[in-house]
Nanobody
Framework: VQLQASGGGLVQPGGSLRLSCAAS????????MGWYRQAPGKQRELVAI???????NYADSVKGRFTISRDNAKNTVYLQMNSLKPEDTAVYYC?????????WGEGTQVTVSS
């Protein structure tokens, strides 16, 4: 399974971005999908995850600002990020599980700066 993330970039504080991550390859049924992020000098941390049926979980720092969703027919997970803050600056990585195996995509840079 390969994951390709897109949608990162430079945005001003208070702005919005939408990340996408499409899975391809030997897919039969993806389970939990999600997003993690890693800021310079910090450990990778959970941002949001979503089950196949649509149950979601968010880090406290992004609740009310970020929304995770998925399209099972397209094997794609999305992250809508609103009211972005400088502390949201990080490399964002997508994750997908299939048969208890975890697959990671290459990161996409999100920079929030004026």
């Amino acid at each position: 399974v390969q994951l390709q993330a897109s949608g990162g970039g430079l945005v001003q504080p208070g702005g919005s971005l939408r990340l996408s991550c499409a899975a391809s390859g030997s897919i039969f049924s993806l389970g939990v999908m999600g997003w993690y992020r890693q800021a310079p000098g910090k450990q990778r941390e959970l941002v949001a995850i979503i089950t196949r049926s649509g149950t979601t979980n968010y880090a406290d720092s992004v609740k009310g600002r970020f929304t995770i969703s998925r399209d099972n027919a397209k094997n794609t997970v999305y992250l809508q990020m609103n009211s972005l803050k400088p502390e949201d600056t990080a490399v964002y990585y997508c994750l997908a599980y299939q048969a208890d195996l975890a697959y990671w995509g290459e990161g996409t840079q999100v920079t929030v700066s004026s």
